[in-house]
């Protein structure tokens, strides 16, 4: 650091206290929400922006000439640059879907009109179902081969055998950029120079990542990313779709309807450019809206200081657990995410976060849909505490001890 530059901080309590759920109790206990890579909770700028769209200032967007229009087109395209400038994009190459999952769908199936018989689809096995599934379907229907990069026994992605995978039939390299059960973080840049050297596609599932990690999409030089609001504190219902322009340019459209096209007549429909192309219909207004108040609230944060602080508290339950004999730990691959996944030798994690709920603490238990994975662990299940910035060492504390109460309960 220069000298003089300013020093960033992150308060977590004073960011906590703009979570009213937060201040809730749950079986008489106090919160203590650790199922963030699920979905996170919401601010109260992320409310009030939603309520405020929808008791002061609403209609449709793009159609209306009249003041409500104008009003509300205005805060779905600002929530259209906030998206922009926080992943450095550009503003046509933002595509709203109702989530990421849908997103992944959009470039699958648009794809997918030019896969043929005997194409490569390379995934890895750390890949959450939305990013398996819909090129399953593209396996099905046009006969592509879909292939599995490995996942070492840390749970870093293997690179090498990654590279022996992408080939001249390859046509789409899709990789998550943060693993949402092993907190893997994939190097998705150098990922996307092997697939472009081979004339392939990149798409980078960033659900996880652009929560946790600074996003320059420029610097990744992906021709694909998605994520989705609900994760980075903005509400359900409402997703992104990033491509380079000349990516979406190419693609066909994925729905039909009203918005979508320049031009219809009883023989001929003429699209409209990206990224109208890709919004039929109306588009989720008010969850954009609530998603843009969110990224502007994480935007005021340094995102340094915030994944140090995320780090500290994986760092912390890690470190309190890791000498546990019945403790085992899935993933651990060096400068991964602040997810904790594990299991507990002699219990089901049902059964685990069942119990940890009755102390208020809220976990994920099960695949955490990533069934391909939890295969090559030799698991049906596992138990996941992921934190967000709002969390608190007490937060910590408060799990690794009723997870040793929980423990108990099965000698």
């Not at 066909?252 to 990224?275: F, K």
């Not at 995410?337 to 976990?363: K, N």
């Amino acid at each position: 650091m220069a000298d003089g530059a300013p020093v960033m901080t992150f308060d977590a309590l004073a960011a906590r206290a703009q979570f009213p759920i937060l201040s809730r109790q749950v079986n008489g206990k106090p919160l203590v929400y650790l199922d963030n890579a699920a979905s996170s909770q919401k601010p109260r700028a992320v409310i009030d922006a939603m309520a405020g769209a929808m008791s002061g200032s609403y209609a449709n967007v793009h159609r209306g000439l009249h003041t409500l229009a104008n009003e509300t087109t205005e805060a779905y395209e600002g929530a259209r640059r906030s998206v922009a400038r926080f992943l450095n994009a550009g503003e046509d190459e933002i595509v709203f879907t109702k989530g990421g999952t849908e997103a992944i769908n959009l470039v699958a199936s648009s794809i997918g009109q030019s896969i043929g018989e005997g194409d490569e689809i390379v995934v890895s096995q750390m890949e959450h179902h939305s990013n398996v599934v819909p090129w399953h379907l593209l396996r099905e229907r046009r006969g592509a081969v879909l292939r599995f990069a490995r996942v070492l026994d840390d749970g870093a992605l293997d690179m090498d055998h990654l590279a022996s995978l992408i080939g001249p039939r390859t046509r789409v390299v899709s990789i998550t950029q943060m693993s949402n059960v092993l907190g893997t973080i994939n190097p998705v840049a150098e990922i996307a120079g092997l697939a472009h050297a081979v004339g392939a596609v990149m798409v980078v599932d960033g659900c996880q990542g652009a929560v946790h990690l600074p996003v320059d999409l420029k610097a990744l030089d992906c021709d694909f990313y998605v994520c989705t609001g609900h994760k980075l504190y903005g509400p359900t219902g409402i997703g992104v779709l990033y491509g380079k322009a000349e990516a979406l340019s190419a693609l066909p459209p994925y729905q039909g309807g009203g918005e979508m096209i320049e031009s219809v007549t009883e023989d001929t429909v003429r699209y409209a450019e990206p990224p109208r192309r890709f919004e039929a219909g109306t588009p989720p207004i008010l969850e954009a809206i609530g998603l843009g108040a969110a990224i502007e609230w994480l935007s005021a944060f340094d995102r340094a200081a915030v994944e140090a602080h995320e780090t500290a508290l994986y760092q912390r339950a890690f470190e309190a657990l890791r000498g546990h004999d019945w403790f085992r730990p899935l993933g651990t691959a060096p400068d991964k995410g602040a997810i904790l996944a594990f299991t507990v030798d002699g219990a089901h994690a049902h059964d685990i976060a069942q119990i940890l709920d009755r102390y208020g603490v809220a976990v994920r238990a099960g695949q955490h849909c990533a069934e391909p994975l939890m295969s090559r662990f030799g698991l049906t299940s596992s138990i996941r505490a992921s934190f967000a910035l709002y969390n608190t060492f007490e937060d910590v504390d408060i799990f690794v001890d009723a997870l040793g109460k929980a423990r108990t309960f099965f000698q």
